[in-house]
């Protein structure tokens, strides 16, 4: 079973850089696909970043890419966010997050992403906090 713990997060000044860290996958017997969420007092948690266990492709917001950078270890059971260039809109409470009913090409398709797609996953970290400072 997953059980999912986020660590990594703080606070850092505009430009500055962060980087997340999801531990509790396992990959012996399943298959998911992993996510990274943020949600920002009163707004709706958004989808920041995907990628599905084994495969390289990824989703990424539109407001994140070419900044932020999610990668999987498997020898550590691991998902990470390396976020870069952090701007003050990056403020929010980050949430990793896992489906084992999400297929490989949804998960790094950004039609699919387009629909918002957080109702899909079933297992959650507890959250981490990022402070971005202008």
């Known amino acids: 079973q997953v059980q999912l713990v986020e660590s990594g997060g703080g606070s850092v000044q505009a430009g500055g850089s962060l980087r997340l860290s999801c531990a509790g996958f396992?990959?012996?017997?399943?298959?998911?696909?992993m996510a990274w969420f943020r949600q920002a007092p009163g707004k709706e948690r958004e989808g920041v970043a995907a990628v599905y266990t084994g495969i390289s492709s990824t989703y990424y917001a539109d407001s994140v890419k070419g900044r932020f950078t999610i990668s999987q270890d498997n020898a550590k059971n691991t998902l990470y966010l390396q976020m870069n260039s952090l701007k003050p809109e990056d403020t929010a409470m980050y949430y990793c997050?896992?489906?084992?009913?999400?297929?490989?090409?949804?998960?790094?398709?950004?039609?699919?992403?387009?629909?918002?797609?957080?109702?899909?996953?079933?297992?959650w970290g507890q959250g981490t906090q990022v402070t971005v400072s202008s």
């Open positions: 997050a896992a489906s084992s009913t999400v297929d490989w090409f949804s998960c790094s398709s950004d039609v699919w992403w387009r629909a918002g797609r957080n109702v899909d996953f079933g297992y």
């Open positions: 396992g990959y012996a017997y399943s298959r998911y696909c």
